[in-house]
């Protein structure tokens, strides 16, 4: 689950992490009434969106008196922000966060992020803040520092100094950056987050190291031990079919190709979008529907698949276990009675109930055609869909 920056800052503040003063309007009077509390000679106007790159996209602006923030806060209101994270699509801006302006020296990047190569925890920093992480890395990936650690390891004094002496940080900034590190760690796994990134980091004139933006995700499968932050979820920014999916308890992920998937089991899951490459094919979505579920559970899963426009075809792949054949063509079948299928339909069934449940899809009268392996579904369904 992501959060917004304005969420993410009011959390590290809780952990000693110096953030700018502000406070987030959802109206353009809200957004007044905050520009006239801060009233400050520099103040920054931020969309909120789960997206980076707001400023290219005209979503950060820096304004020099109350009645700038307002007219700036004003525009931001609902424009659509298109950045390289959301797509041509963009995302409409319904908050904005409104801060006073901080005079610093330099900018530096900081974040902490689950590591899979190590099953620990990596921490990177660089003395190029302020620009993408990624295009560093590529150009100039000397000016990458990461400190990786092992399983069940956690940051200790020393990797912060050595980070610290690093980015260049000396006397009081080196110690203020030491402490805001062993901070931000303390919130990363306090808060079971899987990604806390803070770019710019900057150091002031006084000494001090504050964070001037801040991104957060955190583990879903731990939100139950953390009730205060799954109320930070915004819906508005979450995908309209990863939202609905949420809602039937279905594990689900928006993908670009163009060939709905729907299968139970998340390995089966793999090979099926393996497969489906292997013929030409590319999956719209990552889809399962798990090992019990029920024919409005299947139901709910097909019509969420077939209301996605960039759908063309679609491929059941389901290996009844604990799951029911007749039961999932049951669910299948009425579902597609109910969307009116006009769409292809390849269904591979193996496992439980197998002949019933191919017998409920043979006598439905519907476009639907079995298969019995994956390699001639995978086949089926991709030559369906070519010229569509």
């Not at 109320?231 to 079919?241: A, V, W």
């Not at 390995?267 to 990552?286: R, V």
């Not at 389901?318 to 007749?326: A, E, L, S, Y």
Request: proline share 4%; with cysteine.
């Amino acid at each position: 689950m992501d959060i917004h920056e304005y969420q993410a800052k009011q959390l590290l503040a809780k952990y000693g992490v110096a953030v700018p003063v502000g406070d987030i309007a959802y109206k353009a009077h809200e957004a007044e009434n905050v520009a006239k509390w801060l009233d400050e000679p520099i103040m920054v106007v931020k969309a909120q969106i789960h997206a980076g790159g707001r400023g290219k996209a005209g979503g950060v602006k820096i304004v020099r008196s109350v009645e700038e923030a307002i007219e700036a806060a004003d525009k931001m209101f609902n424009m659509r922000l298109v950045t390289h994270q959301t797509g041509p699509e963009g995302r409409s801006v319904h908050r904005v966060y409104i801060e006073s302006g901080v005079a610093y020296d330099k900018e530096l990047y900081f974040s902490i992020l689950n590591d899979r190569e190590t099953a620990g925890i990596t921490l990177i920093a660089s003395t190029e803040g302020g620009m993408d992480i990624e295009e560093v890395a590529e150009k100039t990936p000397d000016k990458i520092i990461k400190v990786r650690l092992g399983p069940a390891a956690e940051l200790q004094p020393h990797h912060a100094r050595s980070l610290s002496y690093d980015l260049g940080l000396k006397g009081k900034t080196g110690r203020s950056a030491q402490k805001l590190f062993m901070n931000v760690f303390r919130a990363f796994l306090d808060l079971d987050a899987t990604l806390l990134e803070i770019n710019p980091l900057v150091t002031t004139k006084a000494g001090d190291v504050m964070a001037l933006d801040c991104k957060m995700s955190f583990d879903d499968n731990a939100l139950w031990r953390h009730r205060d932050i799954e109320e930070l979820r915004d819906d508005e920014e979450i995908d309209p079919l990863e939202l609905e999916a949420a809602r039937h308890d279905l594990n689900y992920v928006k993908l670009p190709g163009s060939i709905g998937l729907m299968v139970n089991g998340a390995g089966l899951s793999m090979a099926t979008m393996d497969i489906l490459k292997y013929y030409g094919g590319s999956a719209a979505n990552f889809l399962d529907v798990a090992g019990a579920a029920t024919p409005e559970r299947v139901a709910a899963a097909f019509k969420l698949i077939y209301s996605d426009p960039g759908v063309k075809g679609i491929l059941l792949n389901i290996f009844g276990g604990m799951m029911r054949c007749n039961s999932i063509a049951e669910g299948l079948v009425n579902a597609a009675r109910e969307v009116g299928l006009n769409k292809p339909l390849v269904v591979r069934l193996e496992g439980t109930n197998v002949e019933l449940g191919r017998e409920i899809l043979e006598k439905s009268g519907l476009p639907i055609q079995p298969v019995n392996t994956m390699g001639e579904a995978a086949k089926k369904i991709v030559d369906a869909v070519k010229g569509l």
